[in-house]
Nanobody, 123 residues
Framework: QVQLVESGGGLVQDGGSLRLSCAAS????????MAWFRQAPGKEREFVAG????????YYADSVKGRFIISRESGRNMMYLQMNSLKPEDTAVYYC????????????????WGQGTQVTVSS
């Protein structure tokens, strides 16, 4: 069983940067699709960025493309989300999640989740 723990959230000003980390307690296998999701108050959870663990292919929501970078250190079972040029609309709880055997952006397909970390961007 893989357990995920997010860290690195906080309060940042408009235009600032944050780096989120996701630590996995168990091995993330090459076939796993790892992703970051976020959920703002009153809104549905949405896909932010994903990475195919084995090959390293990355995917981004249009809203964050060019601003966020997803990366991993597979040997340490760590995943990161570097967030630059943050906007107030990026304010949300950010979750890391894993999907064994696929790379859909649908949150219902993911098998394991972290508890989330709050990111607040002030205007």
């Amino acid at each position: 069983q893989v357990q995920l723990v997010e860290s690195g959230g906080g309060l940042v000003q408009d235009g600032g940067s944050l780096r989120l980390s996701c630590a996995a307690s168990g091995r993330i296998y090459s076939s796993t699709f790892m992703a970051w999701f976020r959920q703002a108050p009153g809104k549905e959870r949405e896909f932010v960025a994903g990475i195919r663990w084995g090959v390293g292919n990355t995917y981004y929501a249009d809203s964050v493309k060019g601003r966020f970078i997803i990366s991993r250190e597979s040997g340490r079972n760590m995943m990161y989300l570097q967030m630059n040029s943050l906007k107030p609309e990026d304010t949300a709880v950010y979750y890391c999640a894993g999907d064994r055997g696929g790379y859909s952006r649908m949150d219902s397909t993911f098998d394991f989740w972290g508890q989330g970390t709050q990111v607040t961007v002030s205007s």
